[in-house]
């Protein structure tokens, strides 16, 4: 049975699923080509991540395939009502990439309240002549301890951002309508647990009373945070957004951040990806990433031994 893992796949993965006798294509195929070699290549098992987009079109076109898979959580680049219909299984890797992002998380979230993003664009060009000048705008940096982290969405991401929060002494509030009721479990390096209960808490109450906001929602049909959220947030609040580029009114945020409102914001996803807006890549207090939340080599073997332990369960 061969396999197109289309945007690559881990060694790991690879080699898990040679090892049960599946042949593994890496090739990287163009969207308008990829029907094509589907075809010509009798592949029945298509692996992608974001960059694929698995439509109608092309699941029409491609009447062998059997299973579509997606390395990663979010499924928007996949029709998955219309591969169920048509008998193709869907699946994914919710898990895997968990610690990674809510990790990025912390990246954007500590360099925000210390102003790492911009020290490291002032410091290669004035640190040896304004030194003192740069110490002194930097002095005003603030501590995580005891202040409240807002979460909106409260799956494995949102749960493993929790936890790298509680560790560290905050607070966490979070609002999911599907989650009303959690058990966070924090594990230590010696093995050691400890159990904290959350319970789900209204959209204005977790804009009122965070420090910090973080974003873990799937994509939607309309902001997370508009203009009228950030009107009812903290003065000075911070916000980081790992999840997707339409959970925030991109427009608003600039606004809010021009104001003072909003003291930093921390991207990884933007509403225009791959080409973000020019006044969100040149803003002095966002703290950019390139859309990097899973990209770690641990999530990446997690992903492909996910999706390679999946596969041979389908096919067991």
Do not use: W
């Not at 993965?13 to 090892?19: N, R, Y």
């Not at 079109?57 to 219309?82: E, W």
């Not at 925000?112 to 911009?118: E, I, M, S, T, V």
């Amino acid at each position: 049975m061969k396999i197109l893992a289309n945007d690559g796949l881990h060694p790991s993965g690879v080699q898990a699923l040679q090892d049960r006798g599946f042949t593994v294509d890496q090739t990287t195929v163009s969207q308008g080509q990829l029907a094509n070699y589907i075809n010509k290549n009798q592949i029945e098992i298509l692996l992608v991540r974001s960059n694929t987009q698995v439509n109608k079109t092309l699941i029409d076109a491609c009447p062998g395939l059997k299973i579509i898979g997606r390395g990663g959580i979010g499924l928007d680049n996949i029709d998955v009502a219309y591969a169920t219909a048509k008998n193709i299984k869907v699946i994914n890797t919710p898990k895997a990439s968990s610690v990674a992002v809510a990790e990025l998380v912390f990246a954007h979230l500590i360099g925000g309240a210390r102003f790492l993003y911009d020290a490291n664009r002032n410091m290669p060009l004035e640190g040896d002549t304004h030194f003192k000048d740069l110490k002194k705008s930097y002095a005003t940096g603030l501590e995580l301890r005891e202040k409240t982290l807002g979460i909106f969405g409260f799956g494995n991401i949102g749960q493993e951002t929790a936890k790298i929060a509680l560790g560290m002494g905050m607070k966490v509030v979070y609002h999911d309508p599907e989650v009303e009721n959690a058990q966070i479990s924090i594990r230590f390096f010696n093995g050691s647990e400890h159990h904290i209960e959350l319970t789900q808490q209204t959209k204005e109450t977790v804009l009122q009373s965070s420090d910090f906001i973080s974003l873990h929602i799937p994509s939607q049909d309309t902001y997370c945070l508009d203009k009228a959220a950030f009107e009812i947030m903290k003065d000075g609040v911070g916000i980081i957004n790992t999840a997707r580029g339409n959970a925030i009114d991109e427009v608003a945020l600039i606004e809010y951040l021009n104001n003072k409102k909003v003291a930093f914001a921390g991207l990884d996803v933007f509403e225009s990806e791959p080409k973000p807006e020019i006044q969100i890549l040149m803003h002095p207090n966002i703290s950019l990433s390139p859309h990097i939340g899973a990209s770690t080599l641990e999530a990446q073997e997690k992903i492909g031994l996910s999706l390679a332990a999946q596969i041979t369960e389908i096919y067991a």
